[in-house]
């Protein structure tokens, strides 16, 4: 059966989502209508709804007269990243706690073992994903309509500037993927139980864990050029 114009949208949808987050297509990289219009069957029309759709989400930036280009990371942006991040995570973990349904704490148990396997078996990019999708129901949990906006635009970058975590490069950086799953399943009981103290100090943990490999990709050089423009590595 042919797909509908709304399937269409919605694999275009997810094709950018999956190719921003794990930096297939880099930051501040403009999109190409013609090319995407043809390789999923789409009018300028629909094409350019799904553009505002993920410009809304924080995924894209849209310019007159320029088209749609992958949302940039700069200085400030990532300045910002850091003092935000702490704060945030804490919030919306000790709300997860607070109002997390019995069906979505069993969600974030398949979400968890997604991650275990793309650990063992997956790429780089597989388990940026999968890490990416269990924090996205955490936010799903706290159902904060002011605090999730910036939660899921945390989320864009985390998994962007995140990549180098995921490509463990000697054993401490293996055993701290362990210790991140480790701290999923403590997350995991601390919502189960209801305990938003243990969730937000949780949070801390967890993000203490990656924040330093996160600085070393985003700060080689002290951020002396945009991050767009570093080589890229290879999943």
Do not use: C
């Amino acid at each position: 059966m042919e797909k509908t114009v709304r399937d269409r949208k919605q694999a275009l949808q997810s094709h950018l989502k999956t190719s921003i987050l794990t930096m297939e297509l880099r930051p501040g990289a403009d999109l190409d209508e013609v090319a995407l219009s043809d390789s999923f069957g789409l009018s300028r029309t629909p094409l350019r709804e799904v553009f505002r759709e993920l410009a809304g989400e924080g995924y894209l930036q849209l310019h007159a007269g320029r088209g749609a280009r992958v949302a940039e990371m700069s200085h400030t942006t990532l300045r910002d990243f850091f003092l935000a991040a702490p704060m945030i995570y804490s919030a919306v973990l000790r709300l997860a706690a607070l109002n997390a349904t019995a069906e979505q704490i069993t969600s974030l148990r398949e979400a968890q073992n997604a991650f275990k396997s793309a650990l063992h078996s997956g790429s780089a990019s597989e388990r940026a994903l999968a890490n990416n999708r269990f924090h996205e129901i955490t936010g799903e949990m706290a159902a904060n309509i002011y605090l999730l906006p910036s939660f899921y635009r945390l989320l864009i970058d985390h998994a962007r500037i995140g990549m180098t975590f995921y490509r463990p490069q000697n054993n401490k950086m293996a055993g701290n993927l362990s210790t991140a799953s480790d701290q999923h399943d403590a997350i995991i009981d601390a919502i189960a139980a209801g305990d938003d103290e243990t969730a937000a100090k949780l949070a801390h943990d967890h993000w203490q864990l990656s924040r330093g490999q996160i600085e070393m990709f985003v700060m080689p050089n002290a951020l002396d050029v945009p991050l767009g423009t570093f080589p890229k590595s290879s999943a």
